[in-house]
Nanobody, 122 residues
Framework: QVQLVESGGGLVQAGGSLRLSCAAS????????VGWFRQAPGKEREFVAR????????YYADSVKGRFTLSRDNAKNTVYLQMNSLKPEDTAVYYC???????????????WGQGTQVTVSS
């Protein structure tokens, strides 16, 4: 079983940047897809972005494309989400997730992190 721990959330002004980290431990990760989801108050959890652990193939939701960038450090078993040009509507709890499917449906995710709060002020 893989365990995920997020860090890097916080409060930032609109237009600012934050970098989230997702550190993984446990079983081998070479076949896992690692992604980020977010959930704003009163809304459903939504997909943000994902990266394949060994191939580096990335995919982004339209709402963050061009502003958010995924990267990974295999030696540290860590995935990073660089968030630039942040907007108030990006405010949410951000969750790291691991699964074996590129589709990454919320209901089918194998492992979730505990979440980290991102707040963007206007």
């Amino acid at each position: 079983q893989v365990q995920l721990v997020e860090s890097g959330g916080g409060l930032v002004q609109a237009g600012g940047s934050l970098r989230l980290s997702c550190a993984a431990s446990g079983r081998t990760f070479s076949t896992y897809v690692v992604g980020w989801f977010r959930q704003a108050p009163g809304k459903e959890r939504e997909f943000v972005a994902r990266i394949t652990w060994n191939g580096g193939n990335t995919y982004y939701a339209d709402s963050v494309k061009g502003r958010f960038t995924l990267s990974r450090d295999n030696a540290k078993n860590t995935v990073y989400l660089q968030m630039n040009s942040l907007k108030p509507e990006d405010t949410a709890v951000y969750y790291c997730a691991a699964d074996r499917s590129l589709v990454m449906r919320v209901g089918d995710i194998l492992a979730w992190g505990q979440g980290t709060q991102v707040t963007v002020s206007s």
